[in-house]
């Protein structure tokens, strides 16, 4: 069975950075993509970026566009997701996932295939 396993995330105040990670326990042939997605408490499950496993220009949403930076160790099966001027409104629960569905990225979240257990931010004013 394939886990994503989650770690990083916490508090921190308007301004500042966090770091999170997501590691595949096994990554098969067919996985394309990794992502991450946001859920903010009593909103749905929105994109925030994501990048292939063979590189290439990564995706972000435009709430994020120029703050996070998503990046991926092949060799460690692990995505990162570096966050930077984090703002109040970036507050939610971030979720890993992983795409087998190959030379798409989706910005829809049942369009992914496995999903981590998701690890809270909180960015305070």
């Known amino acids: 069975q394939v886990h994503l396993t989650e770690s990083g995330g916490g508090s921190v105040q308007t301004g500042g950075s966090l770091n999170i990670s997501c590691t595949l326990s096994v990554r098969s042939s067919s996985s394309f993509a990794m992502g991450w997605f946001r859920q903010p408490p009593g909103k749905e499950r929105a994109f925030v970026a994501a990048v292939t496993w063979g590189g290439g220009t990564p995706y972000y949403s435009d709430a994020v566009k120029g703050r996070f930076t998503i990046s991926r160790d092949n060799a460690k099966n692990t995505v990162y997701l570096q966050m930077n001027s984090l703002k109040p409104e970036d507050t939610a629960v971030y979720y890993c996932?992983?795409?087998?569905?190959?030379?798409?990225?989706?910005?829809?979240?049942?369009?992914?295939?496995?999903w981590g257990q998701g690890t809270q931010v909180t960015v305070s004013s």
């Open positions: 996932t992983e795409s087998m569905r190959w030379e798409t990225i989706s910005l829809v979240p049942y369009e992914w295939d496995r």
